[in-house]
């Protein structure tokens, strides 16, 4: 991927360093890189143009864009038929050469992605909708909203996408089963895992389709099963089946001993958690969505009636026709940023422990407790590199900062991971970590449209907000529209592809394929790729969450150093 | 995965990892005419731990003068190479295909390789934070031995990277390794931290906590601090923005596991018998792998006689495979080497589990005493003791589980504040007490 980055001056890094910028420096010399997408080229023979595209998840039968490289092919981006952009949509730009970044032939013109420095000023920094907060829902959002000839901005205090709750959850891709019939909760997972489904085949988001068990360990429970099935049904799902204690050995043979039966539910998957935002975003930007990381929403100006919300930020100011709150646990501040005291959100930390590969084959499928008078227990699962999760938690907390772990926490998730499984007792634990959940005391999401503001929240997405993300994001369109929003007509997307960390990569240059990781066998091309990406990592942990290195049983011990010496020499954090 | 067909290539003997144990294996493989010897080595540079290693307390080259960690890695090296070993460095052994048929990741493509007979000299890590279970923060700056040297390797001794103020976890003179370390770094070190006895540290020129938990590791990207709770039950907070886990060390036993083999409890390393034979046949272990923390002298020691035995197989002289009964730890000891006693009556490795003022200590097999004696000097955890071949004479091969056991003549079994022995090495028993 070329760039036409200028250098950026170090200022208003971060979080809490005031702007610097003036209110309105006329066209920026100065402005956030821009990825510029090479001509096109046929797609792959990969491509997913046979995959079922369902509502809401378009699709251009184009090649799509490899999220991971441009080192050794060229990215590819190609649009067929759409619409040039809007009106809303500048075509036209001031960048540092002067070349215009007019989407010609139709082409969409991929977003700025920034983390540091000034933000855009002028009509630069205006934008039809601006979404706050770049977790799995945010990032879904603006997604969605690329399809639209629409100026978009997408903005994160933290400096990459994910970094809040979407980062450290189950990764479980939910059916619903579970949900209480009639709410939006139960019909956004519902649709959410089709969409998701779907989606995930397309741009190759690792998924399995283990299935779960609603594992029984004494009569109580065992009789709490018939009830769950007749709720899945009314969540309409009907697969379930009741399996008895030899059925459940046989399905499940490292099973602890008791367990007296279980409610089987196919359909729930386990899905990587880090690649779904990041091809949201990844989508987004290449469409024309701008992202600003690092940029935290410090206050919302509305100086009138129909004119647009003025938000400072740690990094100056954008203005925005409709705003879209997807702050996660701190949606409710948001919400009071803009004068709206609908809910408070409480803490509930899950803390959750990985073992190593080497557990994998102890565990088939999800093994869910089955929900009591003494709450939710805790769950095993496979993930899809491998490992064995046990977790989580579930503690009401004050402090929405709380995301480290406790003896207490990791001791009985090591006795009850051992109780369910005990094969577990014997294997290494591969890492800890811990959620937050963003509770709301109300047993359902807290979508809400406020029309005189041109604001919309999504706030409350607790415990499934990876499963519904792509039906949230559909949700919050329509309740856009309610806000006054003229989406305009709607395009294909260019679609991505994002890598398989899993997968061999087919790099031509030895020095590329050397091994870096060798716990997660991840060399070095696929490091390079994931730096040159569209939404490229800032440090360490994004490089991980792209490529595993480092998340295998030594723990970056190994490659720790040289991963770090990599990013130095080629992340330029952000500046490509 | 869709990559390249591997390609099929035979050899006679592939040993894995190119550390000690396993350059002393191909060494002598080699100069004994075993045919085509290869070493496989992940890492760029051949050499293993001691490479990274600086400072003297790796032996002493031909004319007695003491050598560091890279001296005694290049000496084995060239001691490989000159025999005739092959070495291949940035290529890994990932799994097999099929017994003695190892999958293997090169720079040049996947390969698979035959070998009439494998060395697994893969060594040991000490555990990670997570391992470990400490929690808090994932704050940066927690870092095992292994991890600090290779970022030292990589950065230098770079503030930003390696901390300005230390705490040091562990109870083995893995942890004095780790003080001299930080020290030759310009890190200040501001306590150990010792889940055990003091004893076992010795004087290292900081506060020593003994007895004493992690119970939190806190702050926002880099370490700010380690909560610690002594014996007294009172907790401190001791400012750092580096730790450094030492000890607790378990195998690198990814191609062990691969192969199916058996795991020992505690180091994890494959289950081994007296000839350093696995349970697989034609494939043996070395060094670190079997039980990490020991010196380098020793693994190469062991790499040779893992050598021996290879010959013994490719001769036709023995069986490939582990043999004889299980050798089990009884009483107040942690943990006994080898987990099968072998063709023959061999040496044992014992190690305590507390400490044990005049340890008494017994083997004995299926009720009958095989022999029973007072040891000359307090046994102590840190500090494992070889026992000589005469202590398992008269073990039947085909009984049951060899067991070995120690008590506390003097009947404390409490703390050993006076013994002080940091150097780590194997104590001889020979010597009837
Ligand atoms: C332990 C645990 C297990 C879970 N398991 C599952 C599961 O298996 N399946 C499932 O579907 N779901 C699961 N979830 C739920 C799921 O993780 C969440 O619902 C989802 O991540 C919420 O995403 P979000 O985008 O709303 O919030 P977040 O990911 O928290 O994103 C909010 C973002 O807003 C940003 N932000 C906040 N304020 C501002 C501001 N003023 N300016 C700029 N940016 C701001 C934050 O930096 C953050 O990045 C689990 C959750 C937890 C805690
Ligand atoms: C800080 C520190 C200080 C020490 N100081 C001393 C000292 O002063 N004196 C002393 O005698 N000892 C010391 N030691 C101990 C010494 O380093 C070990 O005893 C020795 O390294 C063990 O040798 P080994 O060959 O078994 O394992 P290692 O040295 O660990 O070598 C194993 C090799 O195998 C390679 N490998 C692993 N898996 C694969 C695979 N799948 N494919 C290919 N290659 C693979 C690894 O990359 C590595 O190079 C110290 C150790 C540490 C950590």
Redesign the pocket.
């Known amino acids: 991927m070329t760039t036409t980055a200028t250098a950026l001056p170090a200022t208003g890094t971060g979080t809490g360093t005031p702007p610097s910028a003036p209110a309105r420096p006329g066209p920026p010399p100065t402005g956030p890189s821009r990825t510029a997408i090479p001509p096109s080229t046929p797609g792959p023979a990969d491509a997913p143009s046979s995959t079922p595209v369902p509502a809401g998840v378009s699709s251009s039968g184009a090649g799509p864009v490899d999220a991971s490289s441009s080192g050794t092919a060229p990215s590819r981006v190609r649009r067929v038929g759409a619409p040039s952009p809007g009106p809303a949509r500048r075509t036209v730009g001031a960048e540092a050469g002067g070349s215009p970044r007019g989407g010609r032939g139709g082409r969409p013109v991929p977003g700025a992605v920034s983390r540091r420095g000034p933000l855009p000023a002028g009509a630069e920094a205006a934008y039809d909708v601006v979404v ?8 879904a959002v603006a997604r969605a909203l690329a399809r639209h000839p629409l100026r978009v901005a997408l ?4 400096d990459d ?14 059916t619903g089963f579970d949900a209480s019939p009639g709410t939006l909760e139960a019909g956004l ?1 519902r649709t959410g895992h089709r969409l998701l489904t779907a989606y995930a085949a397309e741009t190759g988001i690792p998924v399995e389709p283990v299935g779960a068990l609603l594992v029984a360990w004494d009569e109580e429970q065992r009789a709490a099963l018939p009830g769950l099935a007749a709720k899945a049904a009314r969540n309409g799902h009907r697969a379930t089946r009741l399996l008895g204690p030899d059925e459940l050995r046989h399905r499940e043979p490292r099973l602890g001993p008791g367990a007296l039966g279980a409610l089987s539910v196919p359909g729930e998957s386990v899905i990587c ?1 880090w690649s779904t ?1 990041l091809a949201y975003a990844s989508q987004a930007v290449l469409n024309g969505t701008d992202l600003h990381l690092g ?4 206050s919302v100006g509305t100086p009138g009636p129909g004119a647009p919300h003025r938000l400072t ?1 740690t990094r100056g100011t954008l203005t925005a026709r409709h705003l879209v709150n ?6 409710d ?2 919400d009071a ?1 803009l004068g709206v005291a609908d809910s408070t959100v409480t803490p ?5 422990l990985v073992h190593g590969r080497a557990a994998r084959d102890l565990v088939r499928h999800i093994l869910l407790p089955v929900p009591g008078p003494l709450g939710k227990g805790v769950l095993v699962a496979p993930t899809v590199y491998g490992n064995v999760l046990v ?2 938690t579930a503690e009401d907390l004050d402090d929405r900062t709380a995301t480290g772990t406790t003896a207490d926490g990791l001791a009985g998730l090591r006795e009850r991971g051992a109780r369910i499984v005990p094969g577990l007792a014997d294997e290494e634990v591969t890492a800890v970590y ?5 509770a709301t005391g109300r047993e359902d999401y807290r979508c809400a449209a406020h029309p005189a503001l041109r604001y919309v929240t ?1 706030g409350g ?9 792509l039906a949230l994001a559909e949700h919050v369109l329509g309740l856009l529209a309610e806000c006054g929003l003229r989406a305009g007509p709607e395009r294909p997307l260019a679609p991505v592809r994002m890598p398989d960390p899993r997968a061999a990569r087919p790099d031509r240059d030895p020095a590329r394929r050397a091994v870096v990781c060798h716990c997660e066998h991840v060399t070095r091309g696929a490091l390079l790729a994931a730096l040159a990406s569209p939404v490229p990592p800032a440090g360490p942990g994004g490089l991980r969450r792209r490529t595993r290195a480092g998340a295998g049983d030594c723990q970056g011990t190994h490659c720790g150093a040289a991963v770090r010496a990599l990013l130095e020499e080629h992340g330029k954090d952000g500046r490509r | 995965m869709n990559g390249p067909e591997p390609t099929e290539r035979a050899v006679d003997v592939l040993v894995v990892g190119a550390g000690p144990a396993g350059l002393a294996a191909a060494a002598r493989l080699a100069a004994a005419g075993a045919g085509r010897v290869e070493v496989l080595e992940r890492d760029a540079a051949p050499g293993g731990l001691p490479r990274l290693c600086p400072g003297t307390g790796f032996g002493a080259d031909a004319r007695g003068r003491p050598l560091d960690g890279p001296g005694h890695a290049r000496r084995a090296v060239g001691a490989a190479v000159r025999a005739g070993a092959a070495l291949r460095t940035g290529v890994s052994a990932t799994g097999w295909a099929a017994p003695l048929l190892l999958e293997v990741t090169a720079p040049t493509g996947p390969e698979t390789v035959r070998a009439r007979a494998v060395v697994l000299a893969t060594g040991a890590r000490e555990r990670s934070r997570a391992a470990r279970l400490l929690p808090g923060t994932r704050a940066e700056g927690v870092f095992t031995t292994g991890g600090l040297l290779r970022t030292l390797e990589v950065f230098g001794p770079r503030p930003e990277r390696i901390g300005r103020r230390a705490v040091v976890l562990g109870d083995d003179p893995a942890a004095r390794h780790a003080v001299r370390l930080l020290r030759g770094a310009g890190v200040a070190v501001a306590a150990v931290v010792c889940p055990g006895p003091r004893a076992a540290v010795g004087a290292v020129g900081a506060p020593v906590l003994a007895e004493t938990a992690v119970t939190e590791l806190t702050g926002r990207g880099r370490l700010a601090s380690v909560v610690v709770r002594g014996p007294d039950g009172r907790s401190r907070t001791l400012a750092c923005d580096t730790l450094v886990l030492t000890g607790d060390w378990v195998a690198e036993h990814d191609v062990a596991r691969a192969a199916g083999l058996p795991l020992a409890p505690g180091g994890r390393g494959p289950v081994a018998d007296g000839a350093l034979r696995t349970t697989a046949p034609g494939v043996f272990a070395a060094g670190g792998l079997l039980g990490g923390g020991g010196p380098a002298v020793r693994a190469a020691a062991e790499g040779r006689a893992a050598a021996g035995a290879v010959l013994a197989f490719l001769a036709g002289r023995a069986s490939g495979a582990a043999q004889g009964p299980p050798v089990v730890a009884a009483g107040a000891l942690a943990r006994v080497r080898p987990d099968l006693l072998g063709p023959e009556p061999g040496p044992l490795l014992v190690r305590a589990g507390r400490v044990l003022v005049r340890p008494v200590l017994t083997v004995a097999q299926d009720g009958r005493v095989l022999r029973r004696d007072r040891l000359p000097a307090a046994l102590l955890p840190w500090r494992p003791l070889r026992l000589g071949p005469e202590w398992t004479r008269g073990a039947d091969p085909d009984g049951g589980p060899v067991e070995v056991g120690a008590d506390d003549g003097c009947g404390d079994g409490g703390r050993a504040e006076t013994a002080t022995d940091p150097a780590g090495g194997p104590v001889e028993a020979g010597a009837k007490g």
Request: aromatic share 4%.
């Open positions: 706050v907060g770049a977790g799995v829902v945010g990032c903005v994160d205090a933290a996408v994910g970094e809040g709750t979407s980062k450290a959850n189950t990764a479980i891709l939910h997972v958690p935002p940029c935290r929403v410090t930020t997807a702050c996660g646990l701190y949606a501040r948001f940023l509930r930390r899950g803390q959750l977790g989580p811990a959620g937050l959940r963003a999504v997405i607790r415990s499934t907000g990876l499963s519904a993300s």
